[in-house]
């Protein structure tokens, strides 16, 4: 069972550590969720508890999804997410999970949508060196040469070139819990994760610290 989650970015700061060193965290504000939706193998071909998180206005959503909350007897929300899990009956319609699931010094897996940085050229998306910049060079930034010669006559699939960065999702692993603050529902972790600030967050134990 891998149970987690949803949450907002509310930026980094730093905290000192029992010698005096230095960590970087970053605050997020997470829960709580309601559980809306238990999806079972009988109804939906497979086991998943669908949460929410950030109230909305009612008067802001369709009647189909004002009918999907008010049968779970929770208030709109503006984000749905799903978690699959193998032990759907442990849970219940309506209940609230908050940040208490996670402990200090436990691992979890951070998801979200990177930064758009719009569209990028080689040196800044891929990292090349560029072109000479004195002795008269006239190209500095340009991606040089693409081609593969008379054979295969072609451009190779995948070749980096310019193109549009960021905006992806992205996962983060291993992630060490810090602090949990169950009174604001605020969970520190140390390291940066993706996206901006108030940027939606999936996060969900470690995995590879299950196995």
């Not at 998306?125 to 008269?136: D, E, I, N, P």
Request: hydrophobic letters at 35%; proline letters at 5%; charged letters at 25%.
């Amino acid at each position: 069972m891998n149970i987690g989650i949803l949450g907002k970015k509310v930026g980094m700061t730093r905290l000192f550590g029992d010698h005096g060193q230095v960590i970087s965290v970053t605050v997020i504000e997470a829960g709580p969720c309601p559980i809306v939706q238990i999806k079972t193998e009988a109804t939906d071909g497979y086991e998943a508890i669908q949460i929410g998180f950030a109230q909305k206005r009612e008067n802001s959503i369709n009647e189909p999804l004002r009918g999907h909350f008010k049968k779970a007897n929770c208030p709109p929300v503006r984000f749905l997410k799903e978690f699959r899990t193998d032990n759907v009956e442990n849970f219940q319609l309506g209940e609230q999970l908050t940040v208490e699931i996670f402990s200090p010094g436990e691992l979890v897996d951070i998801s979200g949508i990177s930064k758009g940085k719009g569209f990028s050229g080689v040196m800044k998306r891929w990292g090349f060196k560029g072109g000479k910049a004195t002795h008269g060079a006239e190209t500095h930034r340009a991606p040089g040469s693409i081609g593969a010669s008379a054979s295969p006559s072609r451009v190779f699939k995948g070749l980096p070139m310019a193109g549009r960065m960021g905006g992806k999702r992205i996962t983060v692993q291993n992630l060490e819990v810090v602090k949990v603050d169950t009174e604001k529902s605020l969970l520190v972790v140390r390291g940066s994760v993706p996206g901006p600030r108030d940027g939606l967050l999936m996060i969900r134990k470690a995995v590879k610290a299950q196995s």
